[in-house]
């Protein structure tokens, strides 16, 4: 079974900059069957909503249109590592993030399933 765990969150001021990570372990990267990898989030109040992901075969990336042009996922293959590197941080981009396995791709955007993975979580707070 795929862990994932994510790191990297904190508390910055609007217009800064974190870089998340996710280690992806219980399966080697080219062995793990998820066709996509990415990252959703979480406001209080608010569901969970994708905000980036990353075909593991191709590297297409997709986002959500409210992230588009500041927030970049990337991943190195050979260190199971995915990476949400965000720039211009905005209060709206406080949540809980984590890292997912296992979902689809509706109109551009990460949207879970039954069967997609979780990591714990990591609290990303943006002031103004």
């Known amino acids: 079974q795929v862990q994932l765990v994510e790191s990297g969150g904190g508390s910055v001021q609007a217009g800064g900059s974190l870089r998340l990570s996710c280690t992806i372990s219980?399966?080697?990267?080219?062995?793990?069957?998820?066709?996509?990898l990415g990252w959703f989030r979480q406001a209080p109040g608010k569901e969970r909503e994708g905000v980036a992901a990353?075909?593991?075969?191709?590297?297409?990336?997709y986002y959500a249109d409210s992230v588009k042009g500041r927030f970049t996922i990337s991943r190195d293959s050979a260190r199971n590592l995915l990476y949400l590197q965000m720039n211009n941080l905005k209060p709206e981009d406080t949540a809980m993030y984590y890292c997912?396995?296992?979902?689809?791709?509706?109109?551009?955007?990460?949207?879970?399933?039954?069967?997609?993975?979780w990591g714990q979580g990591t609290q990303v707070t943006v002031s103004s």
């Open positions: 219980g399966y080697t990267y080219s062995s793990y069957s998820s066709y996509y």
């Open positions: 990353i075909r593991r075969s191709t590297g297409s990336t």
């Open positions: 997912a396995g296992d979902f689809v791709i509706v109109n551009g955007v990460p949207q879970s399933t039954e069967r997609t993975s």
